[in-house]
């Protein structure tokens, strides 16, 4: 080999050692090519599938890391990463791909914590689940201060007043007898939700989640169930009700891991609001309606927050870094937690699986199904 064609070599492979992260905000095609070259890079850990089209034909990808992609295996949990369900809402969707993009080259790195954690979690990774809204959102860029078009999807509707109202039985169930855990669909659930909506919950329903984060800006907070107080209906927004569930506490926790493993959340004043611990009860900050989070608890096993990321829902590219920087930790710790607590297998006296036996905590008016 010649002189100078080593020498450029040598040059390319070190450039390629220290060329940074770049941080960028990635538009749909670039969005794609992102989750590809990840793929790419680490074909034995990740796999893509679609769940679905938006109202404008974009595909709904999800990035999935496992030790084994594709394939569920007895024990391993299975959880997921929401983001941009509000298109204006960008960062998580920037973060979802830093994530990715970390995950994958620490598992080439060997390092031993991420490489435990995709052994022994299968992590699904929507970066965004309102790629029509996006764009109208990007078209504006992040130069116009003030509102920002593009948080509700192609058809004007916003997909996190979307989902069926379970709660509304559930008030029932409470009052007269019933349970507040697996409530049904309703009939022609379908016909009453938008494209993104559907594609969600036949994924939701598709899986046996059992621990998820959506992520949303404008406010920075961890958000816990129940998002509707039981006032809703007579008070609407404006009633403000801490309105726990019975897994209280475990929530408590989950959204104080966040917040507490992120560079400023858990200092509690952020964006003009003081929440304490950088927590709150989605009721008791203000009640919302049909939105993604109840629906995860009452219709699934899946123990879903929202996490509140940043003052501005369309940060300059500046700011990425610094962002990526104060959340990463703090992605990482929130999946650790599905590591916590009680796993096991339902078996039958002749040592099969048990599949939907029903498992209730004493004490906690909510049960689980084994899988
Ligand atoms: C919220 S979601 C989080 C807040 N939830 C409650 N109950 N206050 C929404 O959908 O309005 C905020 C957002 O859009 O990011
Ligand atoms: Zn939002």
């Known amino acids: 080999m010649s002189d ?35 793929h790419n890079q680490c074909p034995y850990i990740t796999r893509i599938y679609s769940i679905g089209r938006s109202v404008k034909g974009r595909h709904l990808y999800v990035l999935e890391f496992s030790d084994y992609p594709g394939i569920h295996e ?30 994958c080259e620490e598992f080439r790195n060997q390092n031993q914590r991420i490489t435990r954690l995709i052994q022994e979690t299968r992590i699904h990774i929507l970066p965004s689940m309102n790629p029509d809204g996006y764009e109208a959102a990007a078209n504006r860029g992040p130069k116009i ?64 989640f ?24 007579f008070r609407n927004a404006h009633s403000t009700t801490n309105s726990p569930t019975p897994d209280d506490k475990l929530f408590r926790k989950l959204a104080k891991v966040y917040s507490y493993a ?9 964006c003009g609001d ?3 611990d950088g927590i709150t009860n989605g009721a008791s900050w203000y009640s919302l309606s049909k939105g993604m989070q109840d629906f995860n608890y009452l219709h699934t096993n899946c123990f879903e927050i929202t996490l509140e990321l940043s003052c501005n829902k369309f940060p300059r590219q500046e700011e990425l870094q610094r962002e990526w920087l104060g959340n ?3 992605l990482i ?6 590591h916590h607590g009680i796993k096991g297998m339902v078996l039958d006296e002749n040592h099969h699986n048990l599949t939907g036996a029903v498992i209730s905590v004493s004490g906690i008016n909510h049960d689980v199904t084994a899988d």
């Open 145 to 208: 201060p003030g509102h920002l078009v593009g948080r509700n999807n192609a058809n004007e509707v916003d997909l996190n007043r979307n989902f069926p109202d379970l709660n509304t039985y559930f008030y029932y169930n409470e009052k007269h007898g019933g349970p507040n855990h697996h409530l049904p669909l309703p009939d022609n659930w379908e016909s009453q939700v938008e494209p993104e909506t559907e594609a969600v919950i036949r994924w939701m329903r598709s899986f046996n």
């Open 210 to 233: 059992v621990l998820s984060a959506n992520l949303h800006g404008g406010a920075v907070v961890a958000n816990y169930p129940y998002d509707k107080s039981p006032g809703h209906r």
């Open 4 to 38: 100078l064609l080593s020498a450029f070599l040598h040059l390319l492979l070190l450039f390629k050692l220290v060329a940074p992260v770049t941080f960028r905000h990635h538009r749909y095609d670039d969005l794609v090519r992102t989750l590809y070259k990840v």
């Open 74 to 103: 007895a024990l391993e949990p299975e959880v997921k990463y929401v983001g941009n369900m509000h298109g204006d809402e960008v960062l998580g969707r920037e973060l979802l791909l830093q994530l990715s993009e970390f995950l």
């Open 274 to 276: 003081y929440f304490p």
């Open 262 to 270: 992120h560079g400023w959340m858990h200092q509690g004043w952020n």
């Open 328 to 330: 990463r930790e703090a």
């Open 333 to 338: 710790q929130f999946l650790e937690q599905v």
